[in-house]
């Protein structure tokens, strides 16, 4: 059964006052907190002429489910006596904690603990338990028998201190630590592998390995700790420690909580399983579910390290082998739905085709928008530049179905004017010159019929592509695109602002080279 009690001390000693201090899930005592202790120290003070006898109150009682240890602690805090030491200030006012583990009448070791803001906790332990779960202590002690007092400064999580030292007067460590949580579960691997407490160590780690991480951050956390137990092994030259050293590292190199990070089958390479992903989302028969996949997938490819360190031109690879296949297969949609006998198939088969020809096009769009996100769709526009087929098809189609194709023209252009995509003179040119009346026809369709579809961001790309050109170029386009616009109005692309800069670059500051 666990036991508490504040002792107390003769007339003329230091004052002894009841602090408050914390109680685990497990049921063992710990140090209190700083802020707790510079609280209960303040309440104190307030009154410092006012005498009442102390008060030892009664122990809250362990719960029932929570075997208790067999471990006493005392608790002591020590400040000078109000009558005859005058007020310290709280910059100098020394906080002193003392706790005791085991028996105290056969304790032969003292273990100091220096926190911040002038902590010191003196604990009562015994050398043969310290000696035999730390190797921290056993070379101590080793070196000296007759040390009866060890000084631990510069301790920065005191309170977790005390409890691991606590922890080694237990049979069994991993029992303590269920119900805790895993920022405190590394706090104490922490100070575990810093005094060499072998038994916590594969404790922790056991139950780091039972426990889900809840968050990005925290599974940092846990990796970042497991990572530092590897590298750590200074606890000194013995053979001992050497051999202490070589069993964290392989604990740590066998623990089957990293395999929750780390891949051990290097038969399959990342990109592999990248291709087999995108081909399982290009596939899927269930609209919502690709719409959402998309949407997941190109969030993770933004965040995604393979684009990092050279991997960018494999993975962009993949996308590529991705593009050409659903450009074939949205090629071969439009030949069927443009045969002449297709109006007279059955409104299933027609509509299966139409819904393979807006897959299709989806399909192709969600891999421009990750190849743009990657600085990556170059060699794209010349690839959809050359697609003169399709082009010419397109005009026989209803508008209802063939307008999901102008979105890719569309999101090209918004890549270009934005410089995510650098095409060549050359490439731009094509570009226009095949794609952009097929983008005029379908445009006040694409006003209406797409959700996503912002008119005025797609104008700006338009124009800025065409102002790259030659100015013999931007005038044939650009009068083009005016006879178009006076007949259509709002349903062709407004390129006023390009026609300006065009003009002014043509009548107001023409450009005359210096014949010199």
């Known amino acids: 059964m666990s036991d508490f009690k504040v002792r107390k001390l003769e007339s003329g000693h230091a004052r002894i006052r009841n602090v408050p201090i914390a109680v685990t899930p497990e049921g063992f005592w710990c140090c209190p907190s700083p802020a707790v202790l510079q609280k209960t120290l ?43 030491a005058p007020d310290p200030s709280p910059e100098t006012q020394q906080r002193k904690i003392s706790v005791g583990f085991g028996r ?15 902590i010191s906790v003196s604990i009562s332990a015994h050398k043969e338990v310290l000696s035999e779960n730390s190797s921290f202590f056993q070379e101590k002690l080793g070196v000296d028998s007759r040390v009866t007092c060890i000084e631990l400064p510069d301790c920065d999580d005191v309170e977790i201190y005390v409890e691991t030292i606590g922890l080694m007067y237990c049979k069994e460590v991993k029992n303590r630590l269920l119900k805790q949580s895993v920022p405190r579960v590394l706090r104490l691997l922490k100070v575990a592998e810093s005094l060499g407490f072998k038994s916590c160590i594969i404790s922790c780690l056991d139950y780091l390995e039972a426990v889900p991480w809840v968050g990005e951050e925290e599974e940092e956390s846990v990796l970042s700790s497991i990572k530092a137990l590897q590298l750590n092994t200074n606890y000194g030259t013995s053979t001992t420690d050497s051999n202490y050293n070589n069993n964290v590292n392989n604990i740590y190199q066998a ?33 919502r579910a690709r719409r959402e996949m998309k949407t997941l997938v190109l969030k993770l490819l933004k965040e995604n390290n393979l684009w990092i360190s050279g991997s960018v031109d494999i993975c962009a690879e993949t996308l590529y082998v991705s593009c050409r296949i659903c450009l074939e297969v949205l090629l071969d949609s439009f030949k069927q739905a443009s045969e002449p006998d297709f109006a007279e198939n059955s409104l299933e088969n027609r509509n299966t085709v139409y819904k393979k020809i807006n897959l299709e096009a989806d399909n ?44 890719i023209t569309a999101r090209l252009f918004v890549g270009i004017g934005k410089g995510e995509i650098l095409p060549s003179k050359e490439t731009k040119s094509a570009l226009l010159n095949v794609w952009l009346k097929p983008l005029m026809h379908d445009y006040n369709w694409l006003q209406h019929g797409c959700r996503n579809f912002d008119r005025k961001i797609v104008e700006e790309g338009i ?54």
């Not at 075997?67 to 602690?73: L, N, R, V, Y």
């Not at 990293?258 to 592999?272: G, I």
């Not at 407004?494 to 300006?500: G, P, T, V, Y």
């Open 463 to 516: 124009g800025r592509t065409i102002l790259t050109l030659p100015l013999e170029e931007q005038r044939s386009i650009l009068l083009a695109w005016l006879g178009s616009f006076l007949r259509a109005g709002d349903s062709c692309p407004n390129l006023q602002r390009a026609f300006e800069v065009w003009w002014r670059r043509t009548f107001v500051r023409p450009y005359v080279p210096d014949r010199n």
């Open 104 to 118: 105290p009448e056969t304790s032969d070791l003292k273990v100091v603990l220096y926190g911040k803001e002038g």
């Open 364 to 407: 192709v769009l969600w891999l421009v928008e990750i190849l743009c996100d990657r600085n990556a769709a170059d060699e794209f526009v010349m690839i959809w530049a050359d697609q003169d087929e399709l082009a010419q098809l397109h005009a026989v189609l209803p508008v209802t179905c063939r307008h999901v194709v102008s979105r």
């Open 255 to 287: 623990s089957p909580l990293l395999r929750r990070v780390v891949s051990s089958d290097t038969t399959t390479p990342p990109t592999k399983t990248l291709s087999h992903i995108m081909d399982m989302v290009l596939k899927s028969t269930d609209e």
């Open 42 to 84: 303040k309440n104190t003070n307030h009154h410092p002429n006012k005498h009442k006898k102390p008060t030892s109150p009664a122990p809250p009682s362990l719960p029932p489910e929570i075997p208790p240890i067999e471990t006493q602690i005392e608790l002591v805090a020590e400040t000078p006596d109000p009558v005859t």
